[in-house]
């Protein structure tokens, strides 16, 4: 069954930062788009930042400026390094894999807890 598998999330004051990771098979940083998503509390899960294939980034605007994301093919990773973090970042983090054709792979998620 392939996995994807987010890790890093924890407790951090506001203005903090945390680095997440997520490791699966390679093949899917080499030849899929990979994301970043948030759940908050309550509410609906949505994109933070995606890498593609090749490299090209995008993020959404809560994230502009704050977050960035990148990968390391041969340590099969993504990142997302999280910086001046604020209490409205708290939730869940996913990361998901998503190829040209067939369903996506999400991770099983990582807890943020961002106190004020």
């Known amino acids: 069954q392939v996995r994807l598998v987010e890790s890093g999330g924890g407790l951090v004051q506001a203005g903090g930062s945390l680095r997440l990771s997520c490791v699966g098979p390679?093949?899917?940083?080499?030849?899929?788009?990979m994301g970043w998503y948030h759940q908050a509390p309550g509410k609906q899960r949505e994109l933070v930042a995606v890498i593609s294939s090749s490299g090209t980034t995008d993020y959404a605007d809560s994230a502009k400026g704050r977050f960035a994301i990148s990968k390391d093919i041969p340590k099969n990773t993504l990142y997302l390094q999280m910086n001046s973090l604020q209490p409205e970042d708290t939730g869940v983090y996913y990361c998901?894999?998503?190829?040209?054709?067939?369903?996506?792979?999400w991770g099983q998620g990582t807890q943020v807890t961002v106190s004020s």
């Open positions: 390679r093949s899917m940083f080499v030849f899929t788009t």
């Open positions: 998901k894999s998503s190829p040209l054709k067939g369903l996506p792979t």
